[in-house]
T-cell receptor, first 114, second 113 residues
Framework: GENVEQHPSTLSVQEGDSAVIKCTYSDSASNYFPWYKQELGKRPQLIIDIRSNVGEKKDQRIAVTLNKTAKHFSLHITETQPEDSAVYFCALPSPSGGYNKLIFGAGTRLAVHP | DSGVTQTPKHLITATGQRVTLRCSPRSGDLSVYWYQQSLDQGLQFLIQYYNGEERAKGNILERFSAQQFPDLHSELNLSSLELGDSALYFC????????????FGPGTRLTVL
């Protein structure tokens, strides 16, 4: 099926803490897992993505981990800063339509408090 | 700036009316996607075009239609507008299909009164 569940829906952390957002999916053929960040009043932007031939990918303070067996992938943000406050969406290509469309999770609103 | 442009930025209209939203993709991108984002909601996929052809459809209402022109710009037509159609409509473009990074435009905020 074409379903991706994202948790939590809201996350509040203190500056400097870590934040983890998790997405689970049902299509075992999925092999591309992007994360998008949408700041208030702005457009979504890709921040990191992972393909299924690797289990983890890092880019400075952000990382994505993938567990294909359990069908979940997670976004990790370390040493959070106020500018990390935004809505984060996971996504994956949907099998319907020949994997031409991305299905987005419901989003996680992250608030980083100074 | 993503390189994707959308016009108009804001649109206010009345129920029952018809509007057209326009999107120009990044130079070199062949795919255009349309999304609807209602207040505090996620990104709902509407439709995708690749090089002028429809490739994928989401839960797009029959009152909505879209097309991609030979110059690759795209238009989303919304007709018989209802209050519930009020939302932010994003266009995104990518080189190919869903396995490529999507670059989003600034969005068109539609308000139906």
């Amino acid at each position: 099926g074409e379903n991706v569940e994202q948790h939590p829906s809201t996350l509040s952390v203190q500056e400097g803490d870590s934040a983890v957002i998790k997405c689970t999916y049902s299509d075992s053929a999925s092999n591309y897992f992007p994360w998008y960040k949408q700041e208030l009043g702005k457009r979504p932007q890709l921040i990191i993505d992972i393909r299924s031939n690797v289990g983890e990918k890092k880019d400075q303070r952000i990382a994505v981990t993938l567990n294909k067996t359990a069908k979940h992938f997670s976004l990790h943000i370390t040493e959070t800063q106020p500018e990390d406050s935004a809505v984060y969406f996971c996504a994956l290509p949907s099998p319907s339509g020949g994997y031409n469309k991305l299905i987005f999770g419901a989003g996680t609103r992250l608030a980083v408090h100074p | 700036d993503s390189g994707v442009t959308q016009t108009p930025k804001h649109l206010i209209t009345a129920t029952g009316q018809r509007v057209t939203l326009r999107c120009s993709p990044r130079s070199g991108d062949l795919s255009v996607y349309w999304y609807q984002q209602s207040l505090d909601q996620g990104l709902q996929f509407l439709i995708q075009y690749y090089n002028g052809e429809e490739r994928a459809k989401g839960n797009i209402l029959e009152r909505f239609s879209a097309q991609q022109f030979p110059d690759l710009h795209s238009e989303l037509n919304l007709s018989s507008l209802e209050l519930g159609d009020s939302a932010l409509y994003f266009c995104a473009s990518s080189i190919g299909g869903a396995y490529n990074e999507q670059f989003f435009g600034p969005g068109t905020r539609l308000t139906v009164l």
